[in-house]
């Protein structure tokens, strides 16, 4: 069974420094790979993915992830933090891409951004 | 084109009374999710439908809770008798039927549900 390990559940960092969110997963099959945000009080929405083209994938907001299937990890990352950028962060995975399938999330990384 | 849409947004229930929580996937989406998430924790499964059919509900618990997404009108989560343990926010997800889990699933603005 698959499954997502997100290192720290909170992490803080001053604004303008690099953010990074550690995200590793277990799949017996290769994976597809998403990171969500969370605004307080608010629904989930969808970061990035990946989807078995590019191992570095874009997302919005200036925040990109790279598969790195050696170390099964897909950390997210963005150069610069912004304050809007506090948030919890969500790492899940499928493992049957082509199917409809439910997917598995990690337990979350909480960000916060200090002036 | 709205999104995943869910009603309503909070809902307070005493223990014993049912709790129904609706959702309306996004426009062409006919699959459904719902999730529940506890304080501290991420997000868990409990349930995947698509129209008039369960595919998997190896996350529901077996008692109390139920699930349909009816040919017509908005999925419903049902949970009977509440307890406090109960009180969690609900999300519902919808993709779309081509291309898996390629698109993503979409999320709405989650039930909070609140057993007093």
């Known amino acids: 069974a698959q499954s997502v390990t997100q290192l720290g559940s909170h992490v803080s960092v001053s604004e303008g420094a690099l953010v990074l969110l550690r995200c590793n997963y277990s799949?017996?099959?290769?994976?597809?790979l998403f990171w969500y945000v969370q605004y307080p009080n608010q629904g989930l929405q969808l970061l990035l993915k990946y989807t078995s083209a590019a191992t570095l994938v874009k997302g919005i907001n200036g925040f990109e992830a790279e598969f790195k299937k050696s170390e099964t990890s897909f950390h997210l990352t963005k150069p610069s933090a912004h304050m809007s950028d506090a948030a919890e962060y969500f790492c899940?995975?499928?493992?049957?891409?082509?199917?409809?399938?439910?997917?598995?999330f990690g337990k979350g990384t909480r960000l916060s951004v200090i002036a | 084109n709205a999104g995943v849409m869910q009603n309503p947004r909070h809902l307070v229930r005493r223990r014993g009374q049912e709790a129904r929580l609706r959702c309306s996937p996004m426009?062409?989406?006919?699959?459904v999710y719902w999730y529940r998430q506890l304080p501290e924790e991420g997000l868990k499964f409990m349930v995947y439908?698509?129209?008039?059919?369960?595919?998997?509900e190896s996350g529901m618990p077996k008692e109390r809770f139920s699930a349909e997404f009816p040919k017509e009108g908005p999925s419903i989560l049902r949970i009977q008798q509440v307890v406090r343990g109960d009180s969690a926010a609900y999300f519902c997800a919808s993709s779309p039927s081509a291309g898996g889990n390629g698109h993503g699933q979409y999320f709405g603005p989650g039930t909070r549900l609140t057993v007093t």
């Open positions: 426009k062409g989406h006919s699959h």
């Open positions: 439908l698509q129209k008039e059919n369960i595919i998997d």
């Open positions: 899940a995975v499928s493992d049957r891409p082509s199917g409809n399938t439910p997917l598995v």
């Open positions: 799949s017996s099959v290769p994976p597809y």
